[in-house]
């Protein structure tokens, strides 16, 4: 498996709206998708935006860390009914920070 494999295996093992099998489905990020039954997947449907010379810090554990570059994806998420079948959808935001200077 390749490093960005593993790395988006790992996102979304770590989604904690999507723990609960019985009562949620797994992230789908192709949100742009008008027909995924008919139109497979691929990266222009992925909604995302990403801010270069971020300014500022996020504070993780109570340390201050600089992020010099952030990408904001959007992914939605299945709730399921008492049935198992999909009630709804909800859309969330999966933010991701470049940390460092972003220099070489």
């Given at each position: 498996?390749?490093?960005?494999?593993?790395?988006?295996?790992?996102i979304?093992?770590?989604?904690?709206?999507?723990?609960?099998?019985?009562?949620?489905?797994?992230?789908?990020?192709?949100?742009?998708?008008?027909?995924?039954a008919?139109?497979?997947?691929?990266?222009?449907?992925?909604?995302?935006?990403?801010?270069?010379?971020?300014?500022g810090?996020?504070?993780?554990?109570?340390?201050?860390?600089r992020?010099?570059?952030?990408?904001?994806?959007?992914?939605?998420?299945?709730?399921?009914?008492?049935?198992?079948?999909?009630?709804?959808w909800?859309?969330?935001?999966?933010l991701?920070?470049?940390?460092?200077?972003?220099?070489?």
């Open positions: 498996m390749s490093m960005a494999d593993d790395i988006g295996k790992l979304v093992l770590l989604n904690p709206y999507t723990q609960d099998s019985a009562r949620t489905g797994p992230m789908d990020i192709y949100v742009g998708n008008p027909s995924p008919t139109i497979p997947n691929d990266y222009s449907q992925v909604e995302l935006e990403v801010d270069t010379n971020y300014p810090t996020w504070n993780f554990k109570g340390e201050a860390q992020i010099n570059t952030a990408a904001r994806i959007r992914y939605r998420y299945p709730v399921k009914d008492s049935a198992g079948n999909v009630a709804y909800i859309d969330d935001y999966l991701v920070g470049f940390e460092g200077s972003g220099g070489p």
